[in-house]
């Protein structure tokens, strides 16, 4: 927490010192009178950064502990104000030396990295959003102070404040239209750096934020690397027409239900923590359904989702097979499947979060009835293998489930 704060307060005195100070020296030498409150700012800023780190440093050294220190006093020292005292005016140029500060701004990264909550692209965007703006500021009070080339100068502050930054933008883009020019050779020399400047700092953004807005849609891009892949095989092994048709119907189905990504895959790299707590999010809907299920502790509950396997079911396909001995039973997570009876006939359709097969996982009985899928259907599947191991873990539960055991082959013997 401490380390934040220290950011935090790394971050304001970057800003402060980046927005204020250059507008102080080109704009209000009348205005010397905010001199000292902008100086205690900064002394409190100082302070309280400077305190952060003796705090998160307790196992460096003296001499890293000094310099850490060192730099603090140096940014908060009121040079302005002393120089007023000891000269008899003050002088706004002292103020450049709190300037060293600026690199902080850096640390706004990391702020926007560590935030949770935040869009991991919008967290390497935003700060580019902050530091360009403000590169813009610096130079156009440079500009200023410059003496602003050949823009007229009537209109106040302002009007010249908003001159400079066209000028600086202009020049910085490289596409300056010659309206504001530089007159002398300090101020060419100024320009020159400024497009030297933009060259550079611009074509860092420029590609880094093409990069950065390619993977906003990163999982369209992995989607088309795999269908070039796929088409490059069933192209080289000569595949009917007609099954490259079905297996691209199939990756459409993928990239529509799940933008491409096999969940499976994506839960397995976290913690079974996490991940039973995502997936009883995203399956608790169907699971609460289950009467075999009712009743059962929220850590049961995660115990089974974990065992849940995602499966693919196409339009036509039978899942599960008049006569033959189950050993799991289905959740619908998208899709439509019909119950078939021994004479063919159409028993029930099932959806979205329905479930089927769940006699399986209490006896050994052969299925009495099929069930075959309508459309493409997202399915997952609980074995019975994986659902014995959670009773396992969970021996109290298992009496509740001998019990739904027994009713049902009463029922079944009725």
Avoid at 12 to 35: E, K, M, N, T, Y
Avoid at 357 to 380: K, M, Q
């Amino acid at each position: 927490m401490t380390t934040s704060w220290s950011k935090h307060a790394d971050i304001s005195i970057a800003i402060l010192a980046g927005a204020w100070i250059p507008l102080r020296i080109v704009f209000f030498d009348d205005a010397a009178i905010l001199d000292p409150l902008f100086e205690l700012l900064f002394i409190g800023l100082c302070t309280v950064v400077a305190t952060l780190k003796v705090i998160n440093l307790p196992r460096k050294t003296s001499a890293t502990i000094a310099r850490a220190i060192a730099l603090e006093v140096i940014v908060a020292l009121p040079l302005v104000t002393i120089s007023k005292s000891s000269l008899g005016a003050p002088s706004e140029l002292f103020l450049l030396v709190k300037m060293i500060a600026l690199p902080r701004l850096l640390r706004i990264r990391d702020v926007f990295i560590s935030m949770d909550t935040l869009y991991p692209v919008l967290s390497r965007l935003l700060p580019i959003a902050i530091f360009t703006p403000m590169l813009i500021h610096i130079l156009s009070c440079g500009w200023i102070f410059m003496g602003s080339g050949t823009a007229p100068h009537e209109g106040g502050r302002l009007t010249e404040y908003s001159r400079a930054v066209y000028w600086t933008i202009t020049t910085l883009c490289t596409v300056g239209y010659g309206d504001i020019t530089p007159k002398n050779s300090a101020q060419m020399g100024y320009a020159c750096v400024v497009m030297i400047v933009g060259v550079t700092f611009f074509g860092y953004v420029v590609s880094n934020v093409a990069s950065l807005l390619a993977r906003l849609d990163a999982a369209k891009e992995h989607h088309l690397a795999t269908l070039d892949r796929v088409e490059t095989f069933m192209s080289y092994n000569r595949v009917p027409h007609a099954l490259k048709s079905d297996v691209r119907a199939f990756y459409r189905y993928l990239w529509e239900s799940r933008q491409g990504y096999d969940d499976h895959s994506v839960l397995e790299s976290l913690p079974p923590k996490l991940r039973s707590e995502i997936a009883l999010s995203l399956n608790a809907e169907i699971i609460n359904k289950v009467p075999l299920l009712k009743g059962a502790a929220p850590e049961l509950l995660r115990d089974v989702v974990l065992e849940l396997q995602p499966t693919v079911a196409l339009p036509g396909e039978k899942i599960l097979r008049l006569g033959e001995i189950g050993d799991a039973m289905y959740f619908i997570q998208r899709g439509a499947v019909e119950v078939i009876s021994k004479t063919g006939k159409r028993l029930a359709t099932l959806s979205d979060g329905a479930f089927f097969g769940e006699a399986a996982l209490l006896t050994s009985n052969p299925r009495n009835a099929g069930v075959r899928a309508l459309t493409y259907c997202t399915l997952h599947i609980l074995r019975r293998s994986g659902f014995e191991k959670v009773l396992n873990r969970h021996p109290g539960f298992r009496d509740h489930v001998l019990e739904v055991a027994r009713n049902r082959l009463g029922e079944d013997q009725g």
